[in-house]
């Protein structure tokens, strides 16, 4: 008996929400009178990616080369109505006229929880004008061309690598080696690390560094459309030893700097120099001298 009442119960709750998705949340594209795709409950237009049958670039790709011949076109992601634009006129004015009202990513960012999701790309408002003035002087390009001699020296492994394989004549995994490679550049450009991932593929730094991608594809999907529901129930999108490890990577790595005061052409250098003073030294200033560490 008690049984059947549960089960009555769960089929009434379902209903309900079937009925409220349907006629409430899924119909504010039709009462704003844009056309929209087709939503499914409870997901919406975002199957494919919460399933992990499609990356959330090829889902958004997909539906503007079928659908592209409208200017915008509605969609649903779980709860939320998202708006895809085609028209390259207002793609110009959400980028360029109105920026000012449409900068925020609308992502997951939580500090405490997921202190690596506190980034240019996730973070809003205030926030972000703040830490975008900051950051922009890095990103000139005197200060890339400086990194230029780093990337030369990863690109050189990777030459030498596949040269010993093409000559063994053995047969390599592209994927595998360019994820590598990227591995190596990464780590010592931003981090002022040797990382040694093109000839030791199963190092520290390859293992985290696979681990910062693995993520459930649910996950994703609540980490972009709905970051409500991961803030509520305290939910970081990146493994908790995983930050542990970049953070402790990244402390230690500055501080042995400061204390031996070794200047490194990468970005970690350019980040200690925000730290210590607040801003980055012109392009336009003497050279300093390249030690490496």
Partial sequence: MVLAELIGTFVVALSIVYIYYKFVIFNFWRKKGVFYVEPVVPTGNITALVT??????????DVYMKYKHHRVIGMYSLFKPNLLIS?????????????????????????KIDPLSNHLFFISGKKWRNMRVKMTP?????????????????????????????????????????????????MSTAFGVKSNCIKEPNNEYRIQGRRLFDINPIWTALFVFAP??????????????VSSFYMNMFRK?????????????????????????????????????????
């Fill in 52 to 61: 992990g049958k499609a990356q959330l670039g090829v889902l958004f790709h």
């Fill in 87 to 111: 028209d390259l006129d207002l793609i110009r004015t959400v980028l360029t006229k109105e920026f000012g009202s449409f900068h925020d990513r609308g992502m997951y960012c939580n500090v």
């Fill in 228 to 241: 409500q529901i991961m803030d509520t129930f305290s939910i970081p999108l990146t493994y908790r030893n």
């Fill in 138 to 186: 890095t990103f000139t390009s005197g200060k890339i061309k400086q990194m230029f001699l780093l990337l030369k020296e990863c690109g050189e492994e990777l030459a030498n690598y596949l040269e010993s394989k093409a000559q063994m004549r053995n047969s390599v995994e592209m994927k595998d080696i360019f994820a590598r490679y990227t591995t190596d550049v990464i």
């Fill in 253 to 293: 790595n500055a501080e042995y700097r400061q204390s031996h005061n070794i200047i490194r052409h990468d970005f970690m250098n350019l980040l200690i120099q925000l730290m210590k003073r607040g801003y980055v030294e012109p392009d336009d200033e003497k050279e300093t001298i390249n030690i490496s560490c």
